[in-house]
């Protein structure tokens, strides 16, 4: 079985960063698109940024700019460098691995930015 687990969430102030860390342990192989999500209370789930395995990236245009994707392929990891945080940030931050073509979901990691 694979597991991915996140973390580096935390309660920051406006302004902050945050660097959010999401590894993938157990039977791993190929790993093809890795991404970020958030879901704030009430809300859906909605996509932060995304890495293709050849280091393509997205970002949804909220972000653009002050959060930064990138994976460690060696380490089966998968970062999110957040800068200039806003209070509408706040959620819960999932990361979503593709391995093969099975997606795969962490728990998620708590940010809450005060303002």
């Known amino acids: 079985q694979v597991q991915l687990v996140e973390s580096g969430g935390g309660l920051v102030q406006a302004g902050s960063s945050l660097r959010l860390s999401c590894r993938a342990s157990?039977?791993?192989?190929?790993?093809?698109?890795m991404g970020w999500y958030r879901q704030a209370p009430g809300k859906q789930r909605d996509l932060v940024a995304s890495?293709?395995?050849?280091?393509?990236?997205n970002y949804v245009d909220s972000v653009k700019g002050r959060f930064t994707i990138s994976r460690d392929n060696a380490r089966n990891t998968v970062y999110l460098q957040m800068n200039s945080l806003k209070p509408a940030a706040t959620a819960v931050y999932l990361c979503?691995?593709?391995?093969?073509?099975?997606?795969?979901w962490g728990p998620g990691t708590l940010v809450t930015v005060s303002s």
């Open positions: 157990g039977r791993v192989f190929s790993i093809n698109t």
């Open positions: 979503n691995m593709v391995l093969g073509s099975v997606a795969r």
């Open positions: 890495i293709t395995s050849d280091d393509r990236t």
